[in-house]
């Protein structure tokens, strides 16, 4: 199945100068822009050692803009995107001061652009520690080796591919946690963002698979994945007012409106709200050796279908 545009893979990426040209910052660039904040939030105090991986970064590379501004600079910043290297938007990096690249053209659940494998040559022993190594081939068609990372990144991209592609990306998301940590003995940290697919409302014409918040919740447990924590980004007041009252947050909710627009206020009891939200942040970690952590979620074989808005939503369960 295609999206409205025709498209099971969409590559739009969300551009500031297109929202600043209308004089009007919409919540959900808002919401963006608290997701990157959240990640340089976390950040603060391990950003030196920080070796970054940004799944679908975006041709504006908005993370690596904000760390660099910030003065977060980072050990090594990797961004990967569907769309050409060439749309890549280096200038603000000219100096060199932040280790960014940038591979474009790159499908990141594939094992021929994107793999670990053990380095055959060229890396100094003490420095590395043995660690494995990534190496990225976008469309330049040149291998290039990095660390393993310990951050991985992966905002509002999940939602442009099918289910079973959505799939293969989490669980490659998930294996390469797994050798970080079996290997460099770090505990590796995941952010995901994705809209929750309410099927009353309809999924984004450039959206190829949005998902109900309980499926997703359930396919990241099924898959291995810890789930540290999960935040709205944004909510439609009328989606949780009556939690809102019935929590005793409705009169500061009010005293807010007399300042803010709906637009703002939808981004900040949002975090409070995730299952109630349109748009949710996931924090996942991979369980601790002997951890049986407590589901948050059913299986998604319990869970009741339609899973998500693409017509193949069963696929999203997989067959592994």
């Known amino acids: 199945m295609a999206n409205a545009r025709g498209k099971a893979i969409d590559n739009t990426h969300l551009s500031i ?22 990640v340089a939030k976390h950040l603060q105090k391990s950003y030196a050692t920080a070796r970054i991986l940004d799944i679908g970064c975006g041709v504006d590379l908005p993370l690596a803009r904000l760390l660099y501004s910030s003065r977060l600079i980072a050990y090594d910043y990797v961004g990967v995107e569907y769309n050409k290297s060439h749309k890549f938007k280096v200038e603000p990096f000219h100096s060199g001061k932040f280790p960014l690249s940038v591979y474009g053209s790159v499908d990141f659940a594939n094992d021929d652009q994107v793999m670990i494998r053990q380095p055959e040559y060229g ?4 420095t590395m520690k043995d660690d494995l190594v990534m190496f990225y081939k976008g469309d330049s068609g040149i291998e290039s080796e990095h660390r393993l990372p310990n951050t991985l990144v992966s905002f509002e991209m999940i939602e442009h591919i099918e289910p079973s592609h959505c799939r293969a990306v989490l669980k490659k998301m998930r294996m390469i946690m797994q050798h970080t940590k079996s290997v460099t003995g770090e505990n590796p940290v995941a952010f995901i963002s994705t809209p929750c697919w309410d099927p009353n409302v309809g999924a984004a014409g450039n959206h190829v698979n949005e998902m109900t918040f309980t499926a997703l919740g359930a396919l990241l447990e099924d898959l291995g994945f810890r789930i540290e924590n999960v935040a709205g980004t944004f909510a ?4 949780y007012k009556t939690q809102l009252t019935a929590d005793g947050h409705l009169k500061t909710y009010e005293a807010l409106a007399k300042h803010f627009d709906s637009n703002y206020l939808a981004t900040i009891f949002a975090p409070l709200y995730p299952e109630h939200s349109r748009n949710a942040l996931w924090t996942l970690r991979i369980p601790r050796e002997g951890e049986v952590a407590a589901r948050r979620f059913p299986y998604l074989d319990d869970v009741e279908g339609v899973w998500t808005s693409s017509e193949h939503w069963q696929e999203l369960n997989g067959d592994d």
């Open 236 to 239: 439609s007041q009328r989606d």
């Open 123 to 126: 890396w100094d022993r003490e």
């Open 17 to 38: 100068d297109q929202a600043e040209a209308r004089g009007f910052i919409h919540r959900d660039y808002i919401a963006h822009c608290l997701r990157w904040t959240h």
